[in-house]
């Protein structure tokens, strides 16, 4: 191929990327994604999923939000991305899509939900580590209480599986920061939904925990989650 057709396919492909990043960030874009990762915890000196999150950022098609691996930082985290979106709510679906490592996963973890229970293995970045503690506290969030998302994880779960992905619908999430963050998050949609009216769902809050690369490697991993975005847009 001459350096004049590589360019002019080069630049092809470019504008074709652009086209479909500019559709996918557009103001009347239906469904709006949010994505979280966390950083590097004890034990873990490296989050793959930090590595994904970078690789959606530089795409610049969804809003990212990195996460120190602390309750406090993903309280506070939940805390602006609810607020900052709330607005949205009135003519797009918002989704927030959280991402987390299970340092021994050996697939990918669909988390139907979260507990109301903060019982850190090891303490976390701020060095707090509780035990038996509520997340919610506040009149009908006894401790323990599930909260269950709003997607229809068992059918994302076997579109996944047709496309031969190792994926797994779970209903343990832990009780670590991932558990903490996904239970804050189902919460928020819960009150947003409601406040919005009787049998509304204008957010909706995932959580995917991924197992490191040199179990599934970063390219197959990346591939996943943009299926994951592409399969709730569709059936929402």
Known sequence: ??????????????????????KEISPTAPVHFVITSFGPFRGVAV???????????????????LVETSAEA???AVEDIYNTHRPLLKDRTVVVLHLGVNYKGR?????????????????????LQPQNECIISKDACEHGKCFNTTLDVNRLCEDLKARGEPVVVSTDPGRFVCNYIYCLSLDSCLEENRQSGEGSQRIHSLFIHVPPFNVIPEERQFDLICRVIDHVKAVI
């Open 47 to 65: 989050n793959p999923t930090q590595t994904l999150l970078e690789r959606f950022r530089a795409r610049e098609c969804w809003p990212t939000v």
């Open 1 to 22: 191929m001459s350096a004049a057709a590589i360019a002019t396919a080069g630049a092809a492909n470019k504008e074709e990327s652009a086209v479909e990043t500019e």
């Open 107 to 127: 697939m990918f973890q669909i988390e139907r939900c979260a507990f109301n229970d903060a019982t850190f293995r090891v303490p976390d970045q701020k060095g």
């Open 74 to 76: 993903a309280r506070a």
